[in-house]
């Protein structure tokens, strides 16, 4: 698969840093991150699906949370460590557009899985009588399936719009992956309809999960203000810190890469921006959900003494 009257048929992913003595220290730092990552999120979904009394819709999105996590550090980390040990880290064409097909799946698909978790946190504590009734499986079943046709439009709008340019001079990509506005900087061909799709399909996710999210944690903020006992309302605000921190670091970090794109030459250097949503959400977000959550580490427990006993 090579674009039409594109002469490029590879590209080099240029990676964090030149620096010689920051690779092999940096090789190691990510490689054990990616173990983490693995590690953490494979776990999650092995536990959630060996606990039956894990069965419930907020571990079903837990689950596919975990399953992107662990999908898309694996689209990305294991090229990006190529850099750090390799002369030149080389991708060709089609695998670069299958890795940015991917990356945008999974990150877009995570913000609505975020976003549908928020609706599962807000019937749970403003609604918890028909929550059974309210979050069926069916609602469940289609939230996810929402989800991932979100993600693969997204993915699809701009994977195929990255398909119809035509690169035909340097093809030195300024980044760890093949991303977006890194791509269209070696465009030799006008670029401006691949900004306008990326501004809108960019925009209107992030305005979309993130007011949903905002307008369900404003109910359930009303509704536990509304709990007489300080005993009930610290009960209920637990339930939901796990979630709010996974929100706070996904969006926070994701806001902040694509914040510093808009200013003149700093596309190159939100690549060190996005490490923190490529590679650390990834591996903090079973860790926040295992270590804030009784359920997990009685699950955990359990699972343990079964195995080792």
Do not use: W
């Amino acid at each position: 698969m090579v674009a039409e009257n594109s002469s490029v048929t590879e590209f080099i992913l240029a990676g964090l840093t030149h620096h010689p003595g920051l690779q092999l220290p940096l090789f190691f730092l990510f490689l054990g991150s990616y173990m983490v990552t693995a590690v953490g999120n494979l776990g999650l979904l092995t536990l959630i699906g060996l606990s039956s009394h894990l069965h419930t819709p907020m571990y079903f999105f837990l689950y596919n949370l975990s399953f992107i996590d662990f999908c898309y550090s694996t689209v990305i980390t294991p090229k990006m460590l190529m850099s750090f040990v390799s002369e030149k880290n080389v991708i060709s064409y089609a695998g670069c557009m299958t890795q940015l097909f991917f990356f945008c799946f999974f990150v877009v698909s995570e913000s609505f899985i975020l976003s549908a978790m928020a609706y599962d946190r807000y019937v749970a504590i403003c609604n918890p009588l028909v929550y059974t009734a309210t979050v069926s499986p069916r609602v469940c079943a289609l939230l996810m399936l929402g989800s991932y046709a979100v993600g693969f439009a997204g993915a699809m709008a701009h994977t195929g719009n990255m398909l119809r340019l035509t690169f035909c001079g340097s093809n030195i990509i300024d980044h760890y992956l093949c991303e977006v506005l890194p791509l269209l900087q070696l465009s030799c061909t006008s670029t401006h309809v691949n900004e306008l799709v990326f501004s809108i399909v960019v925009g209107m996710v992030i305005a979309t999960s993130s007011i949903s999210i905002f307008i369900s944690y404003a109910l359930i903020l009303s509704s536990i203000l509304r709990i007489p006992s300080a005993e009930g309302r610290s009960k209920a605000f637990g339930t939901c810190g796990s979630h709010i921190t996974a929100v706070a670091l996904f969006f926070g970090s994701g806001a902040f890469t694509y914040l510093t794109t808009s200013f003149p030459g700093s596309v190159g250097r939100s690549k060190y921006a996005s490490v923190f949503y490529t590679n650390v959400v990834p591996m903090l977000n079973p860790l926040i959900y295992s270590l804030r959550n009784k359920d997990v580490k009685l699950a955990l427990g359990k699972t343990l003494k079964r195995v080792l006993f």
